[in-house]
């Protein structure tokens, strides 16, 4: 059992109890077991026979619940002491306080989600923005585990016929020529790679990229950082150093979620707080997806050029120049592309040219805004779909080879396992454990 509702004060406050013992606690609590799927409205009483409060109850019998159980549902009024003397009566009755993410985890476990679909019910609560909450439905919905259900079938096709010549290496099996078998192979590739791009789109409209706002001081970083998130986010003064600590701030482009942090001028500072947030800085840059480093283009050539290896930024990183105060040196917005790096001529005070960076930032991040066939992913989807193609690639070469068929088949059943993975056909407990634990109490 759990309370579903958010803490603190609303009007309506749900509790929700799975399983075998729901019908013995109705009749406890209420005085009757409800008509399925249809609203009671009744007093929910104490062991006294007092009542704590009134509301409805609703029952959802076995096996056409969400877990798969006996589901029953009291909604009363939305007060915290209300739903913890409510909560409290069904300890007595022998009920216990549900795991994170339990009710989800029998919903799998009982066969009523996948994997995946269980994951996209937390994803859809947690959804930020209204492209990542379709995708997190198009997934609960099944899009995902419809096309690697589709993977596997042919994949257990082409597993069959090999398998089958080596378990039967007498009998008459249709000798199918090496080149269809490998049309098969390629095809395999072809459609894992279209769902491993969706999926990447998937992955970054939940995950976003990380941006780091960077550069020497009073080259106008808070004042970019103000420009994107169009709020006063950031103190912005003419004394250098103002920005001492980390700042982060969430945006999205488009649907494409942006983590940005404004950190502090990079310089040789004596003061021991600004040599602290310089530190910090750095460590921040070290893990950016993306790092703005900004310079003043009023300074004219005294500001140096950047170079990842010379200011010492991460080499898979993507690096943009930012030429900032373009309003006070007449230089035109635009966009330059250069063999290591962006080039983006803008003005944050006014705004010129932020258009120029919001683009260049959905183009480094690879992100498109068509959602169409994309579903929303996690990471562990797309690791599981990368191994599942190194195993076909490795049997496709090994074919092409002349290679045993024992390997083979051995490629395209790790290559089955990694699918699997993703549905929860095969997977480790320990990563159950992990998943689930990871979801809101009550859902």
């Known amino acids: 059992m759990a309370i579903a509702t958010p803490p603190g004060f609303g009007a309506v406050g749900i509790l929700r109890l799975s399983g075998s013992s729901v019908r013995e606690i109705a009749l406890a609590v209420i005085g009757r077991v409800p008509e399925p799927r249809q609203a009671l409205l009744a007093w929910f009483r104490d062991k006294n026979g007092a009542a704590l409060d ?82 997190a439905g198009r997934t609960l919905n099944g899009d995902l585990s419809r096309r690697i259900s589709a993977l596997v079938e042919e994949m257990i096709r082409l597993r069959t016929y090999i398998e089958a010549k080596l378990d039967f290496p007498d009998e008459e099996i249709d000798d199918r020529a090496d080149g269809i078998i490998m049309r098969d192979i390629d095809s395999l590739l072809e459609r894992l790679e279209a769902i491993h791009s969706s999926a990447r789109q998937g992955y970054l409209v939940r995950e976003g990229i990380r941006v780091v706002i960077a550069g020497p001081p009073n080259v106008g970083k808070s004042s970019l950082l103000n420009a994107l998130t169009g709020s006063e986010a950031a103190i912005v003064t003419p004394i250098p150093g103002t920005t001492r600590d980390l700042l982060h701030q969430e945006i999205q482009i488009d649907g494409l979620p942006l983590h940005i942090t404004d950190t502090a001028g990079l310089r040789h500072a004596p003061d021991l707080v600004e040599r602290e947030g310089i530190r910090r800085a750095r460590d921040q840059i070290a893990s950016a997806d993306a790092i703005l480093w900004i310079i003043d283009d009023s300074h004219g050539n005294d500001e140096p050029e950047p170079h990842p290896q010379r200011l010492g930024l991460p080499m898979n990183a993507h690096l943009i120049l930012i030429r900032n105060k373009i309003d006070l040196s007449g230089r035109p917005p635009g966009l330059t592309r250069l063999p290591d790096h962006l080039e983006i001529a803008l003005s944050a005070l006014d705004g010129t040219g932020l258009n120029t960076l919001r683009t260049a930032l959905k183009e480094i991040a690879g992100y498109r805004e068509s959602t169409e066939g994309t579903f929303l992913a996690r990471r562990r989807h797309l690791d599981a779909l990368h191994k599942a193609q190194i195993a076909i690639q490795q049997a496709r070469a090994m074919l092409k080879g002349k290679g045993a068929a024992e390997f083979i088949a051995e490629e395209l059943r790790l290559a089955h396992r990694a699918l699997g993975e993703i549905t929860g056909e095969f997977t480790p407990d320990d990563l159950l454990e992990r998943i689930f634990s990871s979801f809101c109490i009550g859902k």
């Open 54 to 135: 009134q509301g409805l109850a609703l029952f959802f019998p076995a096996p056409n619940s969400f877990t798969g159980e006996d589901v029953l549902e009291f909604q009363g009024h939305g007060g915290p002491l209300l739903l913890d003397l409510l909560l409290r009566r069904l300890l007595e009755l022998g009920a216990r306080p549900a795991r994170p993410g339990e009710f989800s985890e029998r919903a799998f476990l009982n066969g009523k989600l996948d994997l995946a679909q269980a994951e996209a019910v937390a994803d859809l609560i947690a959804s930020g923005t209204e492209t990542s909450a379709r995708l």
